[in-house]
């Protein structure tokens, strides 16, 4: 077995018995990426002997006796997340050159853990998109069929950690853009409750709504890289200040699923969905009603309007926030005279179609004349949104859906159709208009690609979601069918 096709919880043990070195371990990532990375397209920036460097510091640590929770595990960190000396683009032309002279709370928080940084993950530009076709750089490709998109936005991160080209990841997301992907390329993503991981030093898209998580090839991974991540930051004014349970332990506990009350929401299996994506979901539930959960069906009502809702809400916070590239303080300057020109030729060179769009479709929907009609009107969806979990999970621990209504699509098949894009994300950005949590594991196939289990939980219930996808992943083996490339 070669040493890239770890999971980060075998490495661990492995580096801890003194099996394997860091080094060795980041080495055979490396190599790995030399060999598939022209065809996958993953990484916008390799930092090969930055890794190399990371990892013989890690190793020098635990000969002195020093164990950490990520001592020595090479990860690949997705673009919009700021990382100190290495360029952060978010897959932006706006931010080409763009040199950081700080850290994300979160990679600050895994560097501590004594994590290795291998590349900065490819994504669709600001992480606006699902199928990471709208990077400025180049396009993302499944590792289970190169002629598939790997989902998006945090598309290289999942296809990174599913073609062995790093052990796991952060992606962010925003709308589905950590589970999309996790679910298209067939591994693990977590989307925690808004708040529970700092947003400090994730370029800001949707503020409202994003979230860091991790992508990871298993469950304990997710577990593994939550726990490193999750907690209060006082530079995030909107992190929670709840204790952070030591999720690795919480998977493990409880006898099953016996006791555990699955909803079923009957919104989230749409007509419109692919047939085998809706029956290996099923089969899915009765597996966990094998392991002694207790399916009941359960109605989200306002779900239809969670699209409207959300390409409201997140295109006006985009609006707002990307108005910070104006070619003064960042990345790229389109030299136009006077101020205002300067301005404007930076935005119009530097900012891609997708991107463009939003500015605009955010800009419209927060001016004087339409602000009632249409941002005040999302907000009171996001109430009632929020409305239906809050009821439904009065009935239930967790729920559990398909991730998307479709299995990973074909390169240019909705690039030219935004109405056809967003509607990949129907069952996702619910839980980010509610700030609850979820995940996606594998759970199958259809059509030659893999199927994601989305399940649900309540603010704060990351312990909740992990453990049932603990028990299910503990008694399947679809997370272990690595791609062939
Ligand atoms: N695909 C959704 C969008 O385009 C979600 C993106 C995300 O989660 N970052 O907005």
């Known amino acids: 077995m070669e040493l890239y096709s770890l999971t980060i919880h075998e490495a661990q043990e492995k580096l801890r018995q003194g099996e394997i070195s860091s080094v060795e371990l980041t080495e055979s990532v490396l190599e790995r990426i030399d060999a598939v990375e022209a065809k996958v397209g993953a990484y916008i920036s390799l930092q090969p002997e930055l890794a190399v460097r990371m990892a013989e510091m890690a190793d020098e640590r635990r000969a002195v006796g020093e164990d950490r929770p990520l001592l020595g595990i090479p990860l690949g960190i997705k673009d919009t997340i700021i990382t100190h000396g290495v360029p952060t683009t978010a897959a932006s032309k706006i931010l080409d050159g763009f040199v950081p002279p700080f850290d994300a709370t979160a990679i600050d928080r895994l560097r501590q853990a004594g994590a290795v940084f291998v590349g900065k993950t490819n994504c669709d530009e600001f992480a606006m998109g699902s199928s990471t076709e709208y990077s400025a750089f180049h396009p993302t490709r499944n590792p289970r069929n190169l002629n598939c998109v790997p989902g998006g936005s945090s598309g290289g991160s999942a296809a990174a950690v599913g073609a062995g080209e790093a052990l796991g990841s952060l992606g962010s997301d925003t709308g589905g853009s950590v589970r999309l992907p996790a679910s298209f390329c067939g591994v693990v993503g977590l989307k925690p409750t808004y708040g529970r991981v700092s947003r400090y030093g994730l370029i800001a898209f949707g503020s409202s709504l994003d979230q860091v998580g ?13 726990n490193a991540i999750a907690g209060h930051d006082a530079r995030d004014s909107t992190s929670l200040n709840a204790p952070v349970p030591n999720y690795v332990d919480e ?8 006791g555990i009350k699955v909803g079923i929401p009957q919104e989230y299996f749409t007509e419109g969905m692919e047939p085998g994506v809706a029956q290996t979901v099923r089969a899915a539930i009765d597996h966990l009603a094998d392991l002694g959960a207790e399916p009941v069906e359960v109605s989200l009502p306002n779900t239809g309007y969670g699209i409207p809702a959300y390409y409201i809400v997140a295109t006006a916070e985009a609006s707002a926030n990307l108005s910070r590239y104006d070619g003064v303080r960042f990345g790229l300057r389109q030299d136009g005279g006077d101020m205002w020109n300067t301005f404007s030729q930076t935005r119009e060179a530097g900012f891609g179609p997708e991107v463009k769009r939003r500015i605009m479709l955010g800009t419209y929907a927060l001016s004087a004349g339409y602000y009632d009609a249409y941002y005040l ?33 074909e390169i240019n098949a909705k690039v030219d159709d935004p109405l056809q894009m967003y509607l990949t994300d129907v069952l996702t950005v619910s839980l980010n ?5 979820g995940i996606s594991i594998p759970c199958g196939f259809s059509e030659g690609m893999p199927v994601g289990l989305q399940i649900i939980g309540p603010a704060l219930g990351e312990s909740a ?13 679809w997370h272990k069918q690595p791609a062939e490339l």
């Not at 028990?471 to 083996?477: G, I, K, P, V």
Request: glycine share 4%.
């Open 377 to 409: 009107q999302a907000q009171k969806v996001r109430t009632l949104l929020r409305q239906d979990f809050e009821r439904a999970f009065e009935k239930v621990d967790v729920m559990v859906s398909p991730v998307a209504p479709m299995v990973a699509f």
């Open 251 to 258: 998977i493990k506990q409880g006898d099953g699923l016996k």
């Open 214 to 226: 991790p992508i990871t090839k298993d469950v304990e991974d997710a577990a593994i890289l939550l």
């Open 433 to 437: 208009l509610a700030g609850v949590c």
């Open 465 to 477: 979601i992990l453990r049932t996808a603990y028990q299910y992943e503990q008694t399947t083996d």
